[in-house]
């Protein structure tokens, strides 16, 4: 029969991933459904109960975020405008029977092309901290994803927190996805946006955009001719097709990759107008 283990303290989960490879269980919204007519044949990690892995804190100069922590707890959170962008990404990530179970975490080791929370998280120019029995380290999301379904996180490592710096300045965000139908949907294409104000004009710009390549990308040259541009609703007339080059996407059954290039193109305007009008 195959093991369950539900340890309560992290030190207990480390200790027994060293032992030998075991499925990490969070939420369990991508396990189960993958499991859907196989017999359970893996050792499973349930880590729902170690109590240091949920929540959310401040840190002093960043943000911290519990790996089990769930979307419906993030989009109920109270926190300030720099996250309007990842509480919008929290509502979209299925139902609320899946907000409730799915974890922060979960959505990032899964590392699906189409995750909604990765797009947010990168405009937030966010870390995650990976702990193994020798100790812990920080990593930016950027790094950590490294493919469709890969990531940096070795058999005895868990993904403990995700890390939002604070900004210099005064900060806002906006999500937005297109999909077949407007709820319960795989994304086409995510676009996600982190402003920094400062004497009206941006003074920073983080922009990414989910489902559109086997990883979801930042704008780097968007983001330096937005640098410096009046903060007001024309924002998006500063996009132009060129600064999509990071984009690679894949023709699947949900759009053309001509299609994903165009729509990215549209949300993009539409998201940094929307982040605008909010001057």
């Not at 179970?101 to 947010?120: E, K, Y």
């Not at 870390?127 to 940096?152: H, P």
């Not at 080059?245 to 539409?270: F, G, H, I, K, Q």
Request: hydrophobic share 45%; proline share 5%; charged share 20%.
């Amino acid at each position: 029969m195959p093991a369950y283990l539900r340890p309560t303290s992290q030190y207990e989960a480390l200790a027994a991933l060293a032992q030998g490879r075991l499925t990490i269980l969070a939420g369990g919204t991508d396990y189960y459904p993958s499991m859907v007519g196989k017999a359970l044949a893996h050792d499973i990690l349930d880590i729902t109960a170690i109590g240091s892995l949920r929540g959310i804190g401040d840190a002093g100069s960043f943000w911290r975020i519990g790996a089990t922590t769930t979307w419906g707890e993030l989009a109920g959170a109270e926190l300030p405008p720099l996250f309007d962008g990842l509480k919008a990404a929290a509502r979209e990530v299925g139902g609320v029977q899946i907000q409730n179970a799915g974890t922060i975490a979960g959505n990032l080791c899964n590392a699906s092309p189409a995750a909604d929370g990765v797009p947010p998280l990168l405009a937030l120019d966010a870390r995650v901290e990976i702990a193994d029995t020798a100790g812990s380290r920080r990593v930016a999301l950027a790094d950590f994803i490294l493919g469709n379904r890969k990531t940096l996180l070795r058999p005895d490592q868990l993904l403990t927190a995700v890390l939002i710096p604070k900004p210099a300045r005064c900060a806002c965000s906006h999500f937005a996805k297109l999909g077949a139908r407007k709820y319960l949907v795989v994304s086409i294409v995510m676009v996600a946006a982190t402003l920094e104000i400062e004497a009206g004009r941006v003074g920073a710009a983080r922009v990414a955009v989910g489902a559109a390549s086997a990883v979801a990308q930042r704008l780097p040259l968007l983001e330096s001719a937005l640098r410096g541009q009046v903060f007001d609703p024309s924002l998006g007339a500063h996009v132009r097709a060129e600064h999509l080059s990071p984009l690679a996407p894949l023709d699947d059954v949900r759009a053309s990759s001509e299609y994903r290039v165009d729509a990215s193109l549209t949300l993009v305007r539409r998201v940094l107008n929307e982040l605008g009008a909010r001057a």
